[in-house]
């Protein structure tokens, strides 16, 4: 998998797991990371792009999408 320049999206950034996968995407090369969650304002990745996205709500997905 080609990840250097990749722009990829990452669910449950705020912590644990998600937030690792943030940081190894960002040290890798990733051009842009989405970083997301219930509540992005909890985001503390340099360089990640925070977006509010609550996969149990359609909504929210299809404004994430957008």
Known sequence: MQINGAH???TGANRGLGRQFVLSLMERGAGKVYAT???PDLI???GAV???L???D???VAAAAA
């Open 44 to 46: 503390d990745v340099p």
């Open 58 to 60: 359609p909504a929210s």
């Open 37 to 39: 969650a219930r509540r």
């Open 8 to 10: 990829v999206l990452v």
């Open 54 to 56: 609550d996969i149990t």
């Open 50 to 52: 925070p977006l509010r």
